[in-house]
Every structure is written in structure tokens, then in C-alpha cells.
């Protein structure tokens, strides 16, 4: 952590839009980065406000926070902020970003939720503005505590990268909320394996979808798909995102050869444990291809991201590490230990339009795509597609591989599509 600097106060005023489940997460944050490190360290404090509609959410915001009940109060009455943190649902995002150019053109930063925007287009549409600001999206993932840059214990030095499974959903069938459908849930893993494992420019080379009602304010959104994708060194990616499956998957497993063994480092998120705590955790396995056979050879246990010792300790999660990295970043005042960190995990322009164009892959319009209609019922849930390994046969690992194997020789077999712009 840098030395204490004899610098003249400063005030950072932080507008937060929205303040429920995931607001109030980023209020606590930067409350608590504000107090444990940029004041003690930097006489840099951050000045929050709060936009949120429902009263209820009020109360349980601290109380020197300043509440507004939208943002045209906010715009009226609220200090003029120097950073904008979106939190609410992802369809308010552009329109709310217009508002605020235009009313306040002297925001410096904008902190957002992935994704930035529904489209595409609609990002293409900010682009001006955004440029001429900092701007980091929290992909959530790639801040897990499990990550670090050193290959996970257990995995040979000489390992090379084969391919990928990915699992990523839940049961969102009863969820009222307004979505886009699983192109919001996709983003999680590819930000992960196209940042964290360097697989840029994913392409769609072939899957099928299921289109429909998700819920009464989510009409005909694909809501469930299994795809193969393909980054540009040509390994393939077998993914399978849903809001109809059993339970809640998280997952990414990166497989490996050496010396005549496939290796899995298996990253499961938010698993809970029997204590009811959640965590992220990454096991990894030797694997008999011959056989299906894996033997558990190391693993992650959890390290923190976010800074700090003895008072200016911060709490190890993923929101804290995000905006502790974004704001080190956007204040220029990054130490040496974090410099690896931010350019690897902080998602800039560059990376934001390249998400959204891999994400808005995932159309009815996408002809590599077969699409089957129908719509949600919580009575047909669905298994994930690729179980944990340790819960697996040795039969279905045999499959499994046999299927990566398929898949790379497929995707190397295809001519390279024109892509999306490298990060």
C-alpha cells in the first residue's frame, strides 16, 4: 500500500442510480474504501448519493448518504457528481447516461453494472461521450478472490490450453424483473475466459436457443441455449446458459494437456457452503482420458484482491475489489502490487464494446443459431449440461472430452469470421 502523502482535501462526489440488492452492495463499498483508504491515506473522501424509487430500500441506506427518488430530483438537488455508478436494470442505462451528459457534462467517470447497455447500438450511440470519460463495468467475475496471476496448484508448468466448458444460469422463471434474457447471464463467463484467460473476439460458431416468455416482463427472450464459440486461437468454448436450470451453475473449466493427461481447473462461483456462506473455489483434476478417470491434484483457496493491512484493511469481496481497482485507476494513485490486477480485470471502452458485440451474438436473427419457441415453466427445469467433474461418471468425462475434441477440430476447420475489434 502506498505511504501516507501529505495532500490537500478532496471530495468526490458519487452519484449511485439505483440502490437495492446490488446498489446498496457498491454504497457499502465505496463507503468503506473512502473511510479505510482513500481518506487515511490520500485525504481523498467520496460524497455519496443515492437514486432510488422505492422508499422501502430508504432506510436501510446509511445516513449520510443522501437519498433522491429519481433523477430528475437528483439532477436538481444533489451535489454535481464527478462519478455516475450505475446499478438498476440494464434497460435504464442509456437513457439514463443521455440525461446526465446532457445535465451534467463535467462527469469525469462513469461505473457501471454489466451490461453497459441492452445493444449494441445503444453503446455505439454513447460512444462520443464515453470516450471522453473513464469508464469501468463491473463483470463481477473476473474480481473474484479466486482468480490470481499464477496457474492454479497442481497444474504442470508446461500445460497447454485445450478448450473450455462453461455453465452459466439459474431458475429465473418466477423473476419479474425486465431482461434481455441470457445474453446478461452470458456475459459472467466470457468476460472471464475472454480477459482472465486471454480468449479474445469469441465468434458463435454453431448452437441452438429456446425463445419465449421468461416472464410476464420478459417477453420472447432467449432464455435457454447450449453453443460452441471460438476466440482467436482457435479453441473452442462449449457453453451452456440458461434461466431454466435446477439450481443456480456457475461455472468455468479450463482444460489442459501434459505429458499425456488432460488437466481441468474447475472455477465454480458463489457456491454455498453447509455453513449457508457463499464462496468462489477452484479445484483442479488430472484426468485418464482412456479411462474418465480424475484425481483431484490442488487447487485455489480464495486470496484477497482488495488492499490493505491492519486499519486500512478491506473486506475480501468482489464488489469492494472492483470499485477499489476503479477508482486507483481513475485517480491515477495505483500502487505496483495492483498494476498487474487492473489491466487485466478493469473493463475499459474498448472491452465494453467488445463484450456487447460478443454477447448480441446471441439473437433470433443469428443464423448459426437453431431456434426452438416455447415458453417458461418452473415445472421444466432442467440439469446443467456439464456437471461438476466430481459429480460426474467416468463414461460422461469420456464424452465430454470426446465432444472438446470434436468441437476443436470443428472450429479450426472454419474459415475466421471479419470479428469484433481486439481489446
Known amino acids: 500500500m502506498a505511504e501516507q ?19 446498496s452492495v457498491h454504497i457499502r463499498a465505496m463507503r468503506e474504501i473512502s473511510q479505510r483508504y482513500l481518506e487515511p491515506v490520500f485525504n481523498i473522501s467520496l460524497r455519496l448519493s443515492a437514486v432510488e424509487r422505492d422508499p422501502q430500500k430508504w432506510a436501510a441506506l446509511p445516513d449520510d448518504v443522501a437519498v433522491f427518488a429519481d433523477l430528475e430530483q437528483a439532477l436538481q438537488e444533489a451535489p454535481r457528481p464527478e462519478i455516475a455508478m450505475l446499478a438498476f436494470n440494464d434497460d435504464q442505462h442509456a437513457e439514463a447516461l443521455h440525461t446526465l451528459f446532457d445535465r451534467h457534462p463535467d462527469i469525469q467517470a462513469v461505473f457501471s453494472e454489466k451490461p453497459l447497455t441492452e445493444t449494441l447500438a445503444e453503446a455505439q450511440g454513447l460512444l462520443d461521450d464515453l470516450s471522453r470519460r473513464y469508464l469501468s463495468m463491473n463483470t463481477v467475475i473476473n474480481f473474484s478472490p479466486v482468480l490470481n496471476d499464477d496457474a492454479p496448484p497442481g497444474l504442470p508448468p508446461d500445460a497447454q490450453l485445450i478448450g473450455f466448458e462453461a455453465v452459466w444460469g439459474k431458475d429465473r422463471t418466477a423473476d419479474t424483473r425486465p431482461s434481455i434474457g441470457v445474453p446478461s447471464e452470458s456475459v459472467h463467463a466470457i468476460s472471464l475466459i475472454t480477459d482472465m484467460f486471454g480468449q479474445r473476439n469469441l465468434a458463435l460458431k454453431h448452437g441452438h436457443a429456446v425463445v419465449g416468455d421468461l416472464t410476464a416482463n420478459a417477453r420472447d427472450v432467449i432464455y435457454d441455449m447450449q453453443a460452441v464459440f471460438e476466440g482467436e486461437s482457435d479453441l473452442p468454448v462449449r457453453f451452456d446458459t440458461s434461466y431454466v436450470l435446477d439450481s443456480q451453475h456457475r461455472r468455468v473449466t479450463a482444460y489442459y494437456e501434459s505429458a499425456g493427461y488432460v488437466y481441468a481447473a474447475e472455477y465454480s462461483f458463489d457456491v454455498k457452503g453447509a455453513d449457508g456462506r457463499v464462496t468462489d473455489l477452484c479445484h483442479v483434476y488430472q484426468i485418464d482420458e482412456d479411462e474418465g478417470l480424475i484425481s483431484p491434484v490442488g ?23 472492483y470499485n477499489l481497482l476503479s477508482l486507483i485507476d481513475y485517480l491515477g494513485i495505483a500502487d505496483k502490487p495492483t498494476e498487474a490486477m487492473i489491466s487485466k480485470r478493469l473493463i475499459s471502452l474498448d472491452a465494453v464494446m467488445a463484450i456487447q458485440g460478443e454477447i448480441e451474438q446471441i439473437n433470433v436473427g443469428n443464423a448459426l443459431l437453431g431456434l426452438t419457441r416455447r415458453d417458461t415453466s418452473p415445472d421444466h427445469l432442467r440439469p446443467p449440461l456439464y456437471k461438476a467433474l466430481a459429480e460426474t461418471t467416468g463414461a460422461e468425462i469420456k464424452a465430454r472430452l470426446a465432444g472438446l475434441r470434436s468441437d476443436s477440430q470443428h472450429v479450426a476447420a472454419v474459415p475466421k469470421p471479419g470479428g469484433f475489434k481486439p481489446r
Do not use: S
Open 5 to 23: 502523502q501529505e495532500q490537500v482535501p478532496r471530495v468526490i462526489d458519487v452519484m449511485v442510480l439505483g440502490a437495492g440488492r446490488m446498489g
Open 299 to 321: 487447487g485455489v483457496a480464495p486470496q484477497p484482491i482488495a488492499m490493505g493491512n491492519g486499519q486500512n484493511q478491506l473486506t475480501n469481496d468482489r464488489v469492494t475489489a
